[in-house]
């Protein structure tokens, strides 16, 4: 039985603790996500993201880290920090 994973633009987004992961590994390139700092929403009682860390990373598992990285950016919540991932993940399908 296969999992289900949530899924953002038709793309699987997987957290683990404050690090996102948007795409699939089975594709060349995946987008990793640090949440660097968060703030108390009053209204909604929570922690909300105020700076998230992006990183564009090929999927290749022969390269170390650091060489997969090829394109950061930083955003200061979470919905453009998915855009931004989302188009970087376009324009690696057109290259």
């Given at each position: 039985?296969?999992?289900?994973?949530?899924t953002?633009?038709?793309?699987?987004?997987?957290?683990?603790?404050?690090?996102?992961?948007?795409?699939?590994?089975?594709?060349?390139?995946?987008?990793?996500?640090?949440?660097?700092?968060?703030a108390?929403?009053?209204?909604?009682?929570?922690?909300?993201?105020?700076?998230?860390?992006?990183?564009?990373?090929?999927?290749?598992?022969?390269?170390?880290?650091?060489?997969?990285?090829?394109?950061?950016?930083?955003?200061?919540?979470?919905?453009?920090?998915?855009?931004?991932?989302?188009?970087?993940?376009?324009?690696?399908?057109?290259?």
């Amino acid at each position: 039985m296969g999992e289900s994973y949530f899924t953002y633009k038709s793309r699987p987004v997987v957290r683990s603790g404050k690090t996102i992961y948007y795409g699939s590994m089975a594709q060349p390139y995946v987008v990793m996500m640090n949440v660097t700092a968060e703030a108390e929403n009053a209204e909604m009682k929570q922690k909300q993201a105020t700076e998230i860390k992006c990183y564009l990373m090929k999927t290749d598992k022969n390269l170390n880290p650091m060489a997969a990285i090829t394109k950061t950016a930083a955003r200061p919540n979470l919905f453009e920090a998915l855009e931004l991932a989302n188009a970087w993940l376009k324009g690696t399908e057109r290259a």
